[in-house]
């Protein structure tokens, strides 16, 4: 049975949405792509009304088992920070509601999982969740596109572990198992979390 997840690559002028379903042999299907975005000069309630409408129409359409979203890092400017931040916030209490689990992953994770390199830039990424997806090109905009990179980075891991995968990654933990059967992109990811797992922790 396939694990549907809700990729979410948050942001106040664009927020990214993708679904992808992940089947056990790890085979990704893009099931729908979009983004929520408000214009230029948008007053900050505003846009936070309309990332949570959008995120609110994206899980009562599609269901997932999981949604799976970007890390917020602190090294960023300030202002760009607290406006992922806020829309984060919007999106996981939609999921909360819904009893949706929330996944966090850093953007050195899903670079290593989709490409094998925790260094990858947007175009490599792009290139390689197209040939994932079987798709021509990357899914448009790049924000869409990213959103489904942090759905098939879940997702091959509850397809790699199991569907405990899932709540695994929601909580922290990690499944037991090892590494063997998973490929090179796998095996880079699991080592980008356990890296970022260590900076955290310091």
């Known amino acids: 049975m396939a694990l549907r997840v809700v990729g979410v690559d948050p942001g106040l002028t664009r927020c990214g949405l993708a679904v992808v379903d992940i089947e056990p042999n790890r085979r ?23 990332i949570a409408e959008g995120i609110d129409a994206w899980l009562d359409k599609h269901h997932p088992d999981v949604l799976a979203l970007e890390r917020v890092f602190s090294q960023l400017n300030v202002s760009t920070v607290m406006g992922t931040a806020q829309a984060s916030g919007v999106v996981i209490v939609a999921a909360a509601r819904r009893n949706i689990p929330v996944a966090l992953h850093t953007p050195t994770e899903v670079k290593a999982a989709v490409t094998g390199s925790g260094g990858a830039n947007k175009n490599a990424v792009g290139k390689m969740v197209a040939k994932i997806l079987r798709l021509d090109e990357p899914p448009t905009p790049a924000d869409a596109a990213d959103a ?25 933990s990690r499944p037991s198992g090892g590494t063997s059967g998973l490929t090179p992109a ?13 900076v955290k922790s310091r």
């Open 28 to 50: 990704a299907t893009l099931i729908d792509v979009s983004v929520v975005g408000t214009p230029p000069g948008t007053p900050l309630d505003q846009r936070l009304l309309a």
């Open 148 to 172: 489904a990179a942090l759905a098939i980075t879940h997702g091959w891991r509850g397809a790699a572990f199991g569907s405990s995968g899932a709540a695994a990654s929601a909580s922290g």
């Open 186 to 198: 796998q095996r880079a990811w699991i080592a980008a979390e356990a890296k970022a797992r260590t």
